[in-house]
């Protein structure tokens, strides 16, 4: 008996100075990260062609928020969730199996895997259908007050939705945040009925336009990202397509970096509202992140084009087919932190340094107005120093006639003999060739100029 006691006195003071077991996932005893993957990664294993895989995202999203009790929700969502660490020394090690790291401005390609083989995009897709989008708002063929009427087809689509209802009207504005905050299928496809008139001519636009931008990997087969066959694109045309989204339409941010909104739904049973919750968990994980999409099926795997902005630099992350999302997450800010760590970017935005005007030859004008036809950047990676960049015009025409918009010049920038890139200057004003006319006429003038010198003196 006196062993029994023994032996459960000392059972008791290890149990009591033994260091307390850690819970996986948790930090601070929250455990929305780990409710995430497990929601994500085993609650979707629906049909690929029915399913995006990202409407869970968006209730995970909801649910951080409804956790919150202190009426700052997104404050104490930011708080809560576990920060994503990249590694922004040494050689980088992506698990993706696609991946591609490019500078705004410039466009330059800083890190690149695999970033031409062609793949699944899933949601990503909807990048196009935006650039799109806001170039018909641009345009003005779609205001963002204008109202689109939901088809039968556009409120058939599966996976990620907003449930919209054949019949309903919402406008050009709410269809946008339900695309690009909920990564709405349904919403993608009335915008693109509502550009094109039905999502198969508006799938021709977005092939168009990816061969405009020479995303020469690229195929579209639909709107907005469901699974079909020949439907793929790669990192390298992802970011291209992120970057003309970017820099045409920068407005589009006020939209990626919406958490949660809501849209009120307007059908014959009477109006009803429904929330809204961004897709795009990076948004909390990652400081100055502010975009740009996310996507996910079965078989294309996790994707993103993940921007990011600090001290004016942006940067594109584009990461394909992650085996789970943690992956997708940790690649894209492993990408970012290595950017935005050795990144030395030079930029001229006085590239014709106020000299406007080229000499010309052969035509009514003796010199042409021009301009250059946007700024100059280069990126330099680690120890490399913009150091004496040099920069000298070179004229590839100055005969005329010469067109307005034409290109006249080209300012070639280079560093220590090395080429760095250039920008093209182009023409402001139409110079017509000289003819025999014009001569004459310049002759009578110059000749009555000097008579009339002659008869005042």
Known sequence: MKKRVLLSVILTVLLCVAPAVPVYGTENGNTTDTQENITEDNGQQGSEETNTGEEDEAIDAAAVDNQNTDGSSEAASTENSTTVEGNATGALNIESPSALLMELNSGQVIFEKDADTARRPASVTKIMTMLLAFDAISSGQLSLDGMITVSEHAASM????????????????????????????????????????????????????????????????????????????????????????????????????????????????????????????????????????????????????????????????????????????????????????????YEDSSVLDGNDRIDITGGVKNQVSVKAENNFSYVFIGNASAGEVTKKLVVTKDVAPIKSGEMVARMEYELNGTPLGGVNIISLEEVEEQKYWNALQKILYQYLNVSCVTLQQ
């Open 158 to 345: 599966g996976g990620s939705q907003v449930y919209l209802e054949v019949g309903e009207t919402q406008s050009v504005e709410d269809m946008l945040k339900c695309m690009i905050i909920s990564s709405a299928n349904d919403a993608a496809v009335a915008i693109g009925e509502a550009i094109a008139g039905s999502e198969e001519a508006f799938v021709a636009m977005m092939n168009e336009k990816a061969k405009e931008l020479g995303m020469n990997n690229t195929s579209f087969a639909n709107a907005c990202g469901l699974e079909a066959k020949g439907h793929v694109m790669s990192a390298r045309d992802i970011a291209i397509l992120s970057r003309e989204l970017l820099l045409k339409h920068p407005e589009v941010l006020n939209y990626t970096t919406i958490w949660m909104d809501t849209i009120v739904h307007h059908t014959r049973r009477g109006d009803s509202e429904f929330g809204l919750a961004s897709t795009n968990k990076f948004l909390k994980k990652y400081e100055g992140a502010n975009g740009l999409k996310t996507g996910y099926t079965s078989a294309a795997g996790f994707s993103m084009s993940a921007t990011a902005t600090r001290n004016g630099t942006t940067l594109i992350a584009v990461v394909m087919g992650s085996k789970t999302k943690d992956i997708r997450y940790s690649d894209a800010a492993k990408l970012l932190d290595y950017g935005f760590a050795n990144c030395n970017i």
